[in-house]
């Protein structure tokens, strides 16, 4: 533990140290991430499935505000889809706007989980989402994530049906493909019962989480994930897609050691030296429970270094000359010249 302890101090002192250079380097790979797994996922429009327009696309997001992370990804999203469909391109637009101002009102700051929930969704991890919100924001962070959420559903059903939507035809048709999205989106069962899911999810891990009981954390997120697993288990048995079960046990599985990970750099406390403080004013008793932080300093590591001068100095001091081991034994110098 102690080892553990001194990675994670060393780490903070690390990104305190060098965090004006962290940050930038940190929402490049974001942006770049989101933005290839953009291109593989939809990439219809060719002209932007360029590695050196996602790299500088993806520089000019890291020195920007969070916001305009979210900005580019929705252009693209919005390019996509029009060069596949224009039916696509105008719902995928009126969404992404509908979002944006969503996100705007309610969670202004929170970009990253709008971005790290498709992320989620594609290494199978999307049960982490709503139990990180919980733990380490409020309620109305989970709004950006509903809203990634949103947006993987929605591309998903544009891939799945891309054959029929790429087919140019008369303008009549155009209609019905409006028609056909917005049934498919509206009609997604399995979107509605994780966004379900979600919200209650974080609802209950941040009551958890504020509690004033032991281990807090740790029973916030063992409650938030068995929520998920039960809900979803009944909620993909009830809707007919029970092959889900299995992903669902090893993504809840995984995400569990996800978020114990966040708990031991955002929240470990050492509850065996927990006190209880009792005092008072002229209107109020106060109880105050005291639990200390888990904290070890790093040990500043030091080179002795090892010369032979000391050895040198002595050997010298132990040297004798000849002409005073002579003057000791009273010899003339001229006499055994």
Known sequence: MTVLLEFKEGIRSFYGKYEIYLLPVVKFLLAFLSFILINRKIGYMERLD?????????????ILPAG??????????????????????????????????????????????????????????????????GLLQQPVS????????????????????????????????????????????IGNREMYLTIGVFIVTVLVVYVIRRMSIDYAWTVAIIAGMLLQYVAFFAGY?????????????????????????????????????????????DEYYYYVKAVPKRYVSVRAKSLKKISDNGRSQRAAKEAVTREELMEDMEIDMDDEE
Do not use: W
């Not at 029009?82 to 700051?109: E, K, N, Q």
């Open 50 to 62: 360029s590695l050196p327009l996602l790299l500088i696309l993806a520089l000019v997001c890291s």
């Open 68 to 133: 305009a992370m979210l900005l580019a990804a929705g252009m693209l999203l919005t390019l996509h889809c029009y060069a596949l469909s224009m039916p696509a391109g105008v719902i995928m637009l009126v969404l992404f706007v509908v979002m944006y101002l969503l996100y705007f009102r309610f969670a202004p700051g929170n970009a990253y989980y709008a971005l790290l929930a498709p992320i989620a969704y594609v290494l199978g991890i999307p049960y982490v989402m709503p139990a990180a919100n």
């Open 142 to 185: 989970v709004i950006p994530t509903i809203c990634g959420v949103v947006t993987y559903y929605f591309l998903d059903g544009i891939t799945a049906n891309e054959a029929s939507l790429g087919v140019t035809g008369e303008e009549g048709e155009l209609l019905s493909k409006f028609q056909g999205i917005i049934k498919q989106f």
């Open 237 to 281: 048995l009830q809707i007919g897609m029970s092959s889900m079960t299995m992903r669902l046990t090893a993504g809840c599985g995984i995400s569990v050691v996800v978020l114990l990970v966040l708990q031991f750099f955002f929240f470990n406390l050492d509850y065996t030296r927990t006190e209880r403080v009792q005092f008072e004013d």
